[in-house]
């Protein structure tokens, strides 16, 4: 008896905690909700509350949301405007402190009547709504968020002051999109990352792009093949891609595509040639890591090679990267590849031309064909001719030979 008397006093004991932890709010409700109360008065309240450091009180936050919402057809003043916005913020900053889920319909609302498309917005409202909206889970506003970035991203802005208030709201967007982390919110974060905003805001999305989506290669590979995209933003998402994290298998899927745009993009400025350039190297770099997802990768790193060695000015860097890519790959397709180099360059030495630009590239050539253990005879019956033929140098005969050794090895 002695036992169920202390259980039942502990028990009561416990629900006094619980009952004692409920805040009562209801006297702030009822002069905030009064009918004859200003703008001001309310923004006096709300500022009461925050100060007393109430917490789990997310059902009056958003009664006073609504009720806020409610009364907005009532502002007659530039008074009442600034105490509305002020209040305005400082409920959308509780809401999503509390993570209130419920307001996320009425914080929408919110995002509505404080959008920058009008001059009376300075965008701070509409920046602290769309925070609130990652903050409370507003999974069901994820298409209207995207959608209101879309527009920023694609606005002509020529003013000062409007572009200030886009990127206050901009911000905004980013960060509900970042802490909602769905894969929808990736394209346009991004297109904000390459846009027309200040440098902070670029570096903003630019940051939150790989806490939305861990494998972004569909989305990136995308945009490396878009026509609609210039080289720099091709490079970015090449980066992107790259910066992720996601699996290699899908890195070496779009470094397949990035190798092939950055052949078959057309262009005659020598700026966007050096980024292509760039893009094709880095995407060799990762085939070579990561392996051939992709078939296409034989067709374009042959073009790496063939279309650097017959420049006048070829980027021996490209060569360099391409050879030892596909003798580290070692495939049927990659030895291939590397025969069909060895016989030009075999046929040149014989017959002409040769000079230093042959003779470098057969000294990365020869190791390269080591590298990939390859059992062909076709390889090795060439490399055998040449560490035996009088056409060729000392040098060159013992790297072929060197060349033998390693397929041996």
């Known amino acids: 008896m002695k036992r169920v008397i202390i259980t039942v006093l502990i028990l009561c004991l416990a629900g006094m ?106 965008g701070f409202l509409m920046q602290d709504a769309f925070i609130a909206l990652g903050q409370v889970g507003g999974t069901d506003f994820i298409d209207h968020i995207v959608l209101r970035l879309d527009d920023f991203n694609t606005l002509v802005v020529s003013d000062v002051e409007t572009r200030r208030r886009v990127n206050r709201a901009v911000v905004g967007a980013i960060n509900a999109l970042e802490t909602l982390a769905d894969p929808r919110g990736y394209r346009p974060v991004f297109f904000a990352s390459v846009g027309w905003y200040e440098a902070a805001i670029r570096a903003i999305a630019s940051m939150a792009l790989p806490n939305i989506m861990e494998d972004p290669g569909e989305i990136l590979a995308e945009v490396i093949r878009s026509p609609g995209s210039v080289p720099e933003v091709k490079f970015t998402a090449w980066n992107e891609m790259l910066r992720s994290n996601a699996p290699n298998e899908s890195k070496a899927r779009v470094a397949a595509v990035a190798l092939e745009t950055g052949w078959i993009y057309a262009t005659s400025d020598p700026s966007f040639q050096r980024i292509l350039r760039e893009m094709r190297m880095g995407a060799i770099d990762i085939i070579r890591l990561y392996g051939v997802e992709d078939d296409s990768v034989y067709v374009n790193m042959g073009r790496s090679y063939s279309n650097n ?62 590298l990939t253990k390859t059992q062909s005879m076709e390889v090795r019956q060439l490399l055998t001719t040449i560490q035996r033929s009088g056409d060729y140098t000392g040098a060159e005969q013992t790297w072929a030979r060197d060349a033998l050794r390693a397929l041996d090895s």
């Open 309 to 370: 060695f017959i420049n006048p000015v070829p980027h021996y860097d490209e060569i360099l990267r391409t050879l030892n890519a596909l003798g580290v790959i070692g495939t049927d397709e990659a030895v291939q590849l590397l025969l069909s180099f060895l016989r030009e360059l075999h046929d040149r030495r014989r017959i002409g031309p040769w000079g230093n630009k042959e003779r470098q590239v057969m000294q990365w050539l020869l190791p390269a064909i080591g």
């Open 17 to 122: 905690t619980i009952f004692a932890q409920v805040t009562d709010m209801s006297y702030y409700t009822e002069e905030y909700m009064r009918t004859d109360g200003t703008f001001t008065d309310r923004l006096e309240i709300l500022r009461d509350v925050q100060e007393a450091g109430h917490t789990g009180i997310g059902e009056f936050y958003h009664d006073a949301l609504r009720f806020l919402i409610l009364r907005w057809p009532d502002i007659d003043t530039f008074e009442d405007r600034v105490a509305a916005n002020e209040a305005g913020r400082i409920l959308c900053q509780a809401l999503g402190a509390e993570a209130y889920n419920e307001a996320a319909g009425d914080l929408w609302q919110v995002v509505l009547f404080s959008d920058v498309i009008r001059d009376i917005n300075d």
